[in-house]
């Protein structure tokens, strides 16, 4: 294991210059999530349109380097997106840190991959999965306009 | 006292960790174990193995037996008046939901108060909690002050003619705060109210005496003790175990079953239901006659000079944030670093081998108090050594180096 291949300078500068970091206004959609092991805790605001396209998507909370920048660069990721290919980016993601599944997606260019797969490394750190995962489970619940807490412990354990 | 000799009785130290000799700052989580011990467990499953009390033939007295020294070492191990005053349970959580349940339902009903302190573990909380939740019970938390003590005034304050037990913990897990409980046992008693103390974490680092203390309910956990998981004890005076009901039922715990009635078993049997860890009390022994082979007032006095040593160093850090100041510490070390979330601090402490623990550590109310989500924790034991600080100095170095700080 390479500290490196955790820590590489994208996430570092996410981590510490979030971005989309705050409430955006007129957000119509929003999710909390929540860690119990470590106290971590995020909030995922988003604005959908009435094309379902993901308009504005921002994010509140506290955590580690990796949780904050993985949570910032899935906002870059997502916005302008719609719903359905949100979805399918969360999906390529999740696979991609449980599995190591490559990321295929074409709704992604090359920079953004760049960025997605800078989290590649967190895999081969099984303790940190979920620092990564929680705010795209939480990003999931404010799409589905679900109202309940996701929970580190109850929802990502598949 | 000979630290390489102590050592060199855990196998663990042998292995190594990502390549390189492992550095156990996690000791406040659960101690690592001698050899002793481990043998113990062994030799217990392949040459004595029996359940205990419950058959004639000969390897269920001799287990049965064996059980009972372990619970006349503990006896003497804490100075408790006699062997029925000690009862084992899984951890010291059960031991202390154990006494918050049955003293509970016996002595607690709508608006009486229960004193804890903000500096408890959730295992010295939540069985509390259930009491407010079941019977109307009212928790009052005792205040810590900026440097992690509890304000003996400030506690006393608290207590009011609703006052039914007082649950303190005699060390924390956070700020290594060694907490006057003697004290607040004194005050107590003058106003009939009884005394549970949380000795998680005391029992390996301080010397206990229960007479002393005069405390009614004392929690212990083996596996930080340098025993085997699976392994708690209650000590309780016996006015207590014999006043107070039964908590689980089943085997063992019985005196005559009848349709109609039951009675139950004398102390310590009323309170140990179902089969035990019987092999891992049995090595539980090993683990106290291995304190005392040490001596404990040794043990205390390295681990103080290995605590003031590492204060010294991390201090030194100045990117480094030691939570708490108190009065007197034993050897757990919090921290934080500026910039460095502590779980990113474990990560890469975990690298260099070196095992700390971060997060909120089970004290979710103190973290709120310090104003923190987590922190970072290094904890010793009696394995550890000056290089160890040494190590874990130089890998903190190394945090700043990883996030590219300044």
Known sequence: MDLKELYQD????????????GKCSGHNHEAKGYNPLCGDQVQVYL??????????????????????????????LVKGKSLEIAKKIVNEFLNMIKSGSEIKTNDLNEDQKTKIMSLSGVKQ??????CATLSWHTLVSALDGKKAEVNTENKINE | M?????????PIFSKKINGKPLVYLDSSNSSQKPISVINRLDSFYKNEFSNIGRSIHSLSVNATNKFDETRMSVKKFINASSKEEIIFTKNATESINLIASTFG????????????????????YVPWHYLREDKGAVIK???????GDIIISDLEKLISSKTKIIAVTHLSNVTGTIVPVKEIIDIAHKKNIPVLVDGCQSAPHLKIDVKDLDCDFYAISGHKVYGPTGVGILYAKKKWLEQLPPYIGGGGMISEVKKDRISYAQLPEKYEAGTM?????????????????????NLISHERELTNYALEKLKAINFVNVIGNPKNKAGVISFTIKG??????????????????????????????LKLNATARASFGVYNTKDDIDILCKAIENCRKVFDLK
């Open chain 2, 141 to 147: 938390f005792a205040p810590i002050n900026k440097d």
């Open chain 2, 105 to 124: 339902q016996q002595n607690i009903k709508k608006g009486d108060e229960i004193l804890i302190t903000e500096l408890e573990h959730h295992s010295n």
């Open chain 1, 47 to 76: 604005k959908l349109n009435n094309k379902k396209n993901v308009e504005e998507v921002t994010f509140e909370g506290s955590g580690c380097a990796i949780s904050i920048a993985s949570t910032s660069i899935m906002t870059e």
């Open chain 1, 125 to 130: 750190y099984p303790m940190r999965v979920k």
């Open chain 2, 340 to 369: 460095i979330h502590p779980h990113d601090i474990a990560t890469i402490l975990d690298e260099d081998a070196v095992a700390i623990r971060a997060g909120h550590h089970c004290c979710q109310i103190l973290h709120e108090k």
């Open chain 2, 277 to 297: 860890s019987t092999a891992e009390v049995v090595a539980f022994n090993e683990s106290i006659k291995f304190m005392e082979s040490i001596g404990i007032d």
């Open chain 2, 2 to 10: 000979d630290i390489e000799n102590i050592k060199s009785q855990f």
């Open chain 1, 10 to 21: 994208i996430i570092l500068e996410h981590g510490k210059s979030p971005r989309n970091f």
